[in-house]
């Protein structure tokens, strides 16, 4: 795949267009997430009334849905975006717990049911939906071995017609037939909240604009990744991230990636 | 208007008495708006539960009500203040996506009904008020004539008697009497999300220690879009605004306010 | 007591284990309070669906309540997590807004009937759980007088079998035996949104690696109070804050702790 030509066309349609990306996301993660949203060059929306979800998600040009504080009434939205967004519009699933609670893992797995072209988790998210237990702490990952993400992966883009992104020290994005591997980042990644999210709105981004999620998937996490990477050494990372995210361009990763296919 | 006599005082006032400026509004904006309603001087709170509301609405000296991340609950908390803030202490409407769903446009149109000193949206939310349609995406605006706009908001303001805030790359501010146009700020303020919302902040934190709400408004106005102009060089531009919000004051506006009355 | 040995024992057992402390906390502090329980060493999570909330509270190594933007159904969560909670992990309570409504006071009260092992709030919130009125505008303090503070938190202590710490100019600390006063800090920690919350969740951190909430929550206070103190020169406090808070260690509090017994 020739990843920095995809990026500068995508990147360039993403700052041209300005596609709406409707967001139904946690509470904790919805101010950095519109941020990161806007860095990459997208317009967030977020809202989960039951009465307004068709209407708002008929005008957008991608779904992302994060369960990460969901309750009773969030996942009737959830579903009700989904329902609408599903063969339409391209959706991204990032089941934030999912494992660490049977709500968790149900919803997630019922969301799976829809048309879902990106599902990204942390290694233990992931693993959950594959039904391996004992995967998760809280919102952290207790899994460790690449070898085994990248088989389980394999399988469950397959079963759900879906891509797979598992995020870890090693990335793993698969649709069942192509899995490619992204080793950048840094640590500073996991000492700030909404990290994960934030690389979810971007995919989400990437999805509006790029019909392969395969290829979408990738310039989300290369991107990401990278800008995260260039902001490591500022004080401030959280801020230094978004910074990086508006200056990202194609040159930079194709500077910066590590990515292989396996 | 001798704007910066006017700031001198009424900065003055709100960072010796700290009013209280009771919040409804959303969830993406929660955190940035308490911190800018702060740095202009002010205190925030933040509440939507019915069974306090007209307890904190006696105790604040402002009301701001944003729909950005409106639902059945939280629609209602908003007439329960509304009506206890009525004629009582000023309130602030911000219609957070009127125009992109019927819901929006629905419930800004209904808090319309009680006393609402000022109302303030993007070009496009306000022409949803008086009935435009497709003005809006999501929650940007699709509008620009600056000329449409103008007569708009004096018919707004004239027929709701309320003065009316139309943000765009000209500002227009008019009570239907009087009409000024403001062109300061940066495009910087349309790349971080809550832009808007901590606009409205400001606005409402003015509106508790000055009486016409047509000179409020175009205080709150004039510092919020200079403090951006200040902070615009500033790589970590979201901070930045901060740090000049707080540091904002009468003859920082008066070297750099563009305010035309028109 | 002394404080640097156990500073240093407990921070290296936080980065070490991160335990997971659940929070149920307001919607405004949630991305600053996740981001500062990250930054001391632990790992926040947060959620407030019913029918999760015993799963996570059950792998959780503190709780953290905070009510202050709570409605009916946050206040069941708070009880439903409180149960699970209490005799089992520690518990600190954050009474925000309590005095402010009947709803915040009665709702406190009824929380500290748990076993909670810290209560936390501002002069005024804390004296209006012994029952004084008038203590509070906002979710702001009234209150002067740490005279009168350290006899009542001596009491509400006893009473409740809990550590009582009252924050403010003077933080006070009491287990109704012991009493300390810690004087640091910034005016600037009053500058900015959910600076109390952050606290919360600081000590929460520490309860979850030290048995004795009374040096838990000196340790909390001291780290968190000095943390301001060091990045108080720096024109984005906040964020500044949250880098202080990751390179707190046992040296930079000794070398500025102003504690007393009393």
Same mark, same amino acid.
């Given at each position: ?37 806007? &860095?990459?060059? &997208? ?16 005008? &957008? ?101 879906? @891509? ?44 509006? @604009? ?6 979408? &998937? ?45």
């Amino acid at each position: 795949m020739d990843l920095e030509r995809h990026l500068e066309r995508d990147l360039a349609k993403l700052r041209e267009r300005r596609p709406l990306i409707h967001h139904i996301t946690n509470y904790v993660a919805m101010n950095d997430s519109a941020n990161a949203t806007l &860095a990459i060059g &997208a317009s967030p929306v977020m809202a989960h009334a039951h009465a307004e979800l068709r209407e708002l998600v008929s005008a &957008a040009s991608a779904l992302l849905i994060n369960i990460g504080t969901l309750d009773d009434y969030w996942i009737q939205s959830m579903h009700i975006a989904a329902d609408a967004a599903s063969g339409k519009i391209p959706i991204l699933l990032d089941p934030v717990g999912a494992g660490a609670t049977k709500l968790r893992t149900s919803t997630a797995m019922q969301l799976l049911s829809y048309e879902i072209s990106v599902v990204k988790g942390n290694y233990g998210e992931m693993l959950s939906l594959v039904g391996e237990e004992n995967a998760v702490k809280g919102v952290d990952s207790l899994a460790s071995s690449v070898e085994r993400v990248i088989d389980e992966m394999k399988d469950l883009s397959l079963i759900h017609e879906t @891509v797979a992104v598992a995020t870890g020290e090693t990335d793993v994005i698969s649709d069942g037939k192509e899995t490619y591997l992204i080793r950048n980042g840094t640590p500073k990644l996991g000492s700030i909240t909404a990290s994960g999210c934030m690389l979810g709105s971007v995919i989400a981004s990437f999805l509006a @604009v790029q019909k392969n999620p395969l290829v979408a &998937a990738i310039e989300g996490v290369a991107a990401y990744t990278i800008a995260g990477e260039l902001a490591s050494e500022e004080r401030s990372f959280r801020l230094a991230l978004l910074d990086a995210l508006v200056e990202i361009d194609a040159d930079k990763v194709g500077e910066r990636i590590n990515l292989e296919r396996c």
